[in-house]
């Protein structure tokens, strides 16, 4: 198998596809294998060009997954104009699903275990109500309904709630995710390429 090496955005992003490809390869990958560039745009990963083409030149392949945002199309051309300026190769997913705009807090609202789908129900009919009030409401970001589905299910105290901040999580964790979902199918397709 050839060394890949996967540049993502942030640590969520880090900590999920690390517990996923550990679900699907049995393959734990580490802070070397797994590289958080901090944000999707041409000055952040220019910042990263010597390890893109130190691990193409060992013969090793790149992966690039980053959100979706507001637009499939438009991320998917911004990333491929920047792969060719900056001359370096990248392969390129984007969340939720390779397909539409989103993020991974998307792509995490769909994978809720099913038996916890209350939970977000519940987070859904609060932003309806949200949007129907005479008050212009902000609605809160994705994340934090991320983090109030893994709070209900936690409990109160410290050493359980630092398991739900994004770097402790635990996404093969069963009874919150369900990582067998049809949702993930076209992610674990992406990777099957690269770790089979």
């Known amino acids: 198998m050839k060394k890949v090496k996967i540049f993502v955005e942030g640590v969520a992003d880090c900590k999920f ?3 996923y490809i550990q679900y699907l390869f049995n393959v734990k990958l ?4 797994i590289i958080e560039i901090g944000g999707c745009d041409k000055k952040s990963l220019s910042l990263r060009i010597g390890t893109f083409q130190r691990n193409a030149d060992e013969g090793g392949i790149n992966l690039l997954i980053f959100d979706a945002d507001d637009s499939f199309d438009e991320k998917q051309e911004e990333l491929k104009r920047t ?3 900056l001359n370096i190769e990248f ?3 984007l969340f939720p699903n390779h397909e539409l705009p989103g993020d991974l807090e998307v792509l995490l609202s769909n994978i ?4 916890h789908n209350a939970l977000v129900a519940c987070w859904e009919q609060y932003e ?3 949007k129907t009030q ?3 409401y902000t609605l809160p970001a994705r994340k934090t309904k991320i983090y109030a589905y893994l709070e209900a299910l936690v409990g109160k105290s410290n050493s359980q709630k630092e398991k739900i901040k994004e770097r402790n999580r635990n996404y093969r964790n069963t009874d919150h995710w369900n990582l067998d979902t049809d949702y993930l199918q076209p992610l674990k397709t992406f990777l099957n390429q690269y770790f089979t």
């Not at 580490?30 to 294998?33: G, L, Q, V, Y």
Request: aromatic fraction near 8%.
């Open 128 to 130: 309806n109500c949200l």
């Open 112 to 115: 809720v275990s099913d038996k």
């Open 83 to 85: 792969k060719k300026e």
């Open 91 to 93: 392969e390129i997913f």
């Open 30 to 33: 580490d802070k070397n294998d």
């Open 134 to 136: 005479e008050y212009s």
């Open 17 to 19: 596809i690390q517990d």
